[in-house]
Protein backbone atom coordinates (compact mmCIF):
# COMPACT_ATOMS: atom_id res chain seq x y z
CA UNK A 1 0.00 0.00 0.00
CA UNK A 2 1.74 2.88 -0.97
CA UNK A 3 0.05 5.69 0.85
CA UNK A 4 2.31 9.32 1.03
CA UNK A 5 1.75 11.48 4.05
CA UNK A 6 1.69 14.88 2.95
CA UNK A 7 1.08 16.74 6.43
CA UNK A 8 2.09 14.43 9.60
CA UNK A 9 -0.25 13.44 12.42
CA UNK A 10 -1.84 10.84 13.61
CA UNK A 11 -5.83 9.66 12.98
CA UNK A 12 -7.13 6.26 12.55
CA UNK A 13 -11.05 4.97 12.28
CA UNK A 14 -13.72 3.41 9.74
CA UNK A 15 -13.17 4.49 6.25
CA UNK A 16 -15.66 6.26 4.48
CA UNK A 17 -14.96 6.08 0.55
CA UNK A 18 -16.41 8.43 -1.88
CA UNK A 19 -15.75 8.10 -4.87
CA UNK A 20 -15.36 12.12 -5.47
CA UNK A 21 -16.70 15.17 -3.21
CA UNK A 22 -16.05 18.88 -3.29
CA UNK A 23 -15.73 19.54 0.41
CA UNK A 24 -18.38 23.10 -0.59
CA UNK A 25 -21.25 22.13 -1.01
CA UNK A 26 -20.84 18.45 0.11
CA UNK A 27 -20.44 18.39 3.64
CA UNK A 28 -22.34 20.81 6.29
CA UNK A 29 -19.55 21.79 8.27
CA UNK A 30 -21.55 22.67 10.82
CA UNK A 31 -22.63 19.32 11.43
CA UNK A 32 -19.79 17.47 9.75
CA UNK A 33 -22.59 15.45 7.34
CA UNK A 34 -22.70 14.87 4.08
CA UNK A 35 -25.01 16.98 2.18
CA UNK A 36 -25.02 16.59 -1.38
CA UNK A 37 -27.53 13.85 -2.47
CA UNK A 38 -25.32 12.28 -4.70
CA UNK A 39 -23.29 11.23 -2.75
CA UNK A 40 -23.58 7.45 -1.34
CA UNK A 41 -23.02 8.40 2.24
CA UNK A 42 -25.51 10.95 2.04
CA UNK A 43 -26.36 11.83 5.65
CA UNK A 44 -23.43 10.61 6.80
CA UNK A 45 -21.08 11.96 9.59
CA UNK A 46 -17.70 12.13 8.74
CA UNK A 47 -16.55 12.72 12.06
CA UNK A 48 -13.91 10.54 13.32
CA UNK A 49 -13.58 8.51 10.20
CA UNK A 50 -11.08 8.12 7.38
CA UNK A 51 -12.27 10.42 4.62
CA UNK A 52 -10.83 8.40 1.58
CA UNK A 53 -11.75 10.64 -1.76
CA UNK A 54 -10.70 8.78 -5.00
CA UNK A 55 -11.10 12.39 -7.01
CA UNK A 56 -11.13 14.92 -4.86
CA UNK A 57 -13.11 18.33 -6.58
CA UNK A 58 -11.39 21.67 -6.28
CA UNK A 59 -12.89 24.45 -4.81
CA UNK A 60 -11.29 27.52 -3.28
CA UNK A 61 -13.64 27.17 -0.15
CA UNK A 62 -12.78 24.10 0.33
CA UNK A 63 -9.83 25.23 3.07
CA UNK A 64 -12.74 27.17 4.93
CA UNK A 65 -15.34 24.49 4.94
CA UNK A 66 -12.29 21.99 6.20
CA UNK A 67 -11.50 24.94 8.79
CA UNK A 68 -14.91 24.75 10.36
CA UNK A 69 -15.10 21.67 10.54
CA UNK A 70 -12.00 21.36 12.66
CA UNK A 71 -12.88 24.18 14.84
CA UNK A 72 -16.36 22.44 15.51
CA UNK A 73 -14.34 19.19 15.86
CA UNK A 74 -16.65 17.47 13.64
CA UNK A 75 -13.43 16.84 11.31
CA UNK A 76 -12.80 13.50 10.06
CA UNK A 77 -9.96 11.47 11.59
CA UNK A 78 -7.90 11.88 8.68
CA UNK A 79 -7.84 12.52 4.90
CA UNK A 80 -6.69 10.70 2.24
CA UNK A 81 -6.96 12.01 -1.44
CA UNK A 82 -6.57 10.16 -5.07
CA UNK A 83 -4.23 13.03 -5.85
CA UNK A 84 -2.61 16.14 -3.95
CA UNK A 85 -5.01 19.03 -3.55
CA UNK A 86 -3.13 22.17 -2.29
CA UNK A 87 -6.76 23.42 -0.86
CA UNK A 88 -7.59 21.04 1.63
CA UNK A 89 -4.10 20.82 2.44
CA UNK A 90 -4.45 24.62 2.90
CA UNK A 91 -6.98 24.38 5.81
CA UNK A 92 -5.46 21.96 7.64
CA UNK A 93 -2.21 24.41 7.55
CA UNK A 94 -4.34 27.19 8.38
CA UNK A 95 -5.55 25.29 11.35
CA UNK A 96 -2.43 24.24 12.52
CA UNK A 97 -1.44 28.33 12.53
CA UNK A 98 -4.33 28.83 14.64
CA UNK A 99 -3.19 26.39 17.03
CA UNK A 100 -6.04 23.64 16.99
CA UNK A 101 -5.78 20.42 16.71
CA UNK A 102 -5.67 19.23 12.96
CA UNK A 103 -5.32 15.67 10.90
CA UNK A 104 -3.21 13.93 8.69
CA UNK A 105 -3.74 14.02 5.10
CA UNK A 106 -2.28 11.33 2.83
CA UNK A 107 -2.23 10.65 -1.15
CA UNK A 108 -3.10 6.94 -2.00
CA UNK A 109 -3.25 6.45 -5.68
CA UNK A 110 -7.66 5.54 -6.65
CA UNK A 111 -6.34 2.27 -8.07
CA UNK A 112 -5.03 1.55 -4.33
CA UNK A 113 -7.81 2.67 -2.60
CA UNK A 114 -9.93 0.17 -4.45
CA UNK A 115 -8.17 -2.59 -2.31
CA UNK A 116 -9.35 -0.88 0.99
CA UNK A 117 -13.08 -1.65 1.73
CA UNK A 118 -15.27 0.77 2.81
CA UNK A 119 -15.97 1.13 6.82
CA UNK A 120 -12.29 -1.13 7.37
CA UNK A 121 -10.49 0.40 10.06
CA UNK A 122 -7.69 2.65 8.79
CA UNK A 123 -4.68 4.16 10.44
CA UNK A 124 -2.91 7.17 9.03
CA UNK A 125 0.03 8.31 10.64
Excluded at 36 to 59: F, K, N, Q, T, Y
Excluded at 81 to 94: F, P, S, Y
Excluded at 96 to 111: D, F, K, Q, S, Y
Amino acid sequence: MAMNLLLPGMGEGPVLKLPTLSLWGGIDPLSGRLSDPALPHCGESVRGRVLMIAEPVGSSSSSAVLLELLHARNAPSAIVLGRVDAIVALGILVAREMGWATIPLAVMPPNEQAGIADGAMLRVE
